[in-house]
Nanobody
Framework: QVQLVESGGGLVQPGGSLRLSCTAS????????MGWYRQAPGKQRELVAT??????NYADSVKGRFTISTDNAKNTVYLQMDSLKPEDTAVYYC?????????WGQGTQVTVSS
């Protein structure tokens, strides 16, 4: 059974930082295209960042502030979020995608507010 478990969300003030983690079981993350997505209330889910064999891609809204990385030994993908803004408030989901399969985590809430 495949599971992606996110952690690290919470409440943070504007300008603060959080690091999200997504640990997989049942699959080897290095064999998948990994991504972080987010969904704010009333909005569609949107891509935040992806990583595949070390190559990264970011949404324009987070470039220079967020960093996606992996630790293959821990089968985990991270999203380091710095200089957070209120508009970053959303539920963040990790995704593992191959040609044949796609998996989602349950999501972790990030709230940026003073």
């Amino acid at each position: 059974q495949v599971q992606l478990v996110e952690s690290g969300g919470g409440l943070v003030q504007p300008g603060g930082s959080l690091r999200l983690s997504c640990t997989a079981s049942g699959i080897i993350l290095s064999l998948y295209n990994m991504g972080w997505y987010r969904q704010a209330p009333g909005k569609q889910r949107e891509l935040v960042a992806t990583i595949n064999r070390g190559s990264t891609n970011y949404a324009d809204s987070v470039k220079g502030r967020f960093t996606i990385s992996t630790d293959n030994a821990k089968n985990t993908v991270y999203l380091q979020m710095d200089s957070l803004k209120p508009e970053d408030t959303a539920v963040y989901y990790c995704n593992a995608q191959s040609i044949q399969h796609g998996y989602w985590g349950q999501g972790t809430q990030v709230t940026v507010s003073s």
